[in-house]
């Protein structure tokens, strides 16, 4: 059980009681468990909009799942994602280090931004109308299998 609180500290925004582990390491061994309750939170949630909704609306169940997601995971890697590709447009190695520490966001961190939650929802929006948002919970988990998470 050592780094599974600080696992899902890290990964959501959950706030669980118990202490935080001085030593992360032993937190990313719990990183695709985590993945697999994330998973299962966003497979239940699409089950439960199909039953509520049906299939009447599946473009606004993948629009709720995608938003849930960001909300729950604190849109982790996300913010990381606009910073590398904003450094696309550095001249060298320095200079792509500096506009990633910058915080302002640039056209190639807003265009990554766009394409990769208009992806996820393409995604999402396919498994619901096809009846397979199942494979969300397997997905997440081999998302998170690495020890860190990403975008996908």
Not at 19 to 33: G, M, R
Not at 52 to 65: D, F, K, Q, S
Not at 110 to 120: D, E, G, S
Not at 122 to 151: C, D, E, H, K, Y
Request: glycine share 10%.
């Amino acid at each position: 059980m050592q780094g599974l609180i600080s696992a899902i500290r890290t990964l959501t925004i959950i706030p669980i009681p118990g202490k935080i582990e001085d030593n992360f390491s032993a937190a990313l061994s719990w990183f695709p468990l985590v993945g697999f309750f994330i998973g299962s939170l966003l497979f239940g949630l699409a089950w439960l909009w199909l039953q509520i909704i049906g299939l009447h609306w599946p473009e606004g169940n993948a629009l709720l799942l995608v938003l849930f997601q960001i909300i729950l995971t604190r849109g982790l890697h996300l913010d990381g994602l606009a910073d590398w590709a904003d450094s696309w447009g550095g001249r060298d190695r320095q200079h792509r280090l500096a506009i990633m520490k910058d915080s302002r966001i640039g056209s190639f961190g807003v265009l990554a931004l766009v394409a990769t939650l208009l992806a996820k929802y393409i995604f999402f929006l396919r498994l619901v109308a096809s009846g397979t948002f199942v494979w969300v919970i397997l997905l997440t988990l081999t998302v998170f299998q690495s020890g860190q998470p990403v975008t996908y």
